[in-house]
């Protein structure tokens, strides 16, 4: 499931390959969230290679976490820390 729309598919040529490359790379880009707590899982959901940023906790000191898993579904559980 991309983030972005793609190119329309009568857009060919030139201009059509070039808008796919630029579609490719565009939704390649991780979707950053933040969050506060001890940790993301449970409360943020993400798609694999989704980042999560630990902004305000007492309680811990990591604060770059990642979502693993190679299928793309949403899902609330499996961020690990970076």
């Known amino acids: ?11 060919t040529g030139a201009v059509g390959a070039y808008l796919h ?3 490719r ?9 933040k ?6 899982n449970s409360t943020v959901t993400g798609y694999p290679g989704d ?3 630990n902004m305000t906790s007492a ?3 990591i604060r770059l976490w ?11 559980t499996g961020w690990t820390p970076v």
């Open 1 to 11: 499931m991309p983030h972005i729309p793609a190119p329309p598919s009568h857009v």
């Open 21 to 23: 490359v630029l579609f």
């Open 25 to 33: 790379a565009l939704d390649g880009i991780p979707t950053i969230s």
């Open 35 to 40: 969050f506060s707590g001890d940790s993301p």
């Open 51 to 53: 980042l999560a940023v």
């Open 59 to 61: 309680t811990t000191t």
């Open 66 to 76: 990642q979502m693993g898993g190679s299928v793309r579904r949403p899902s609330t």
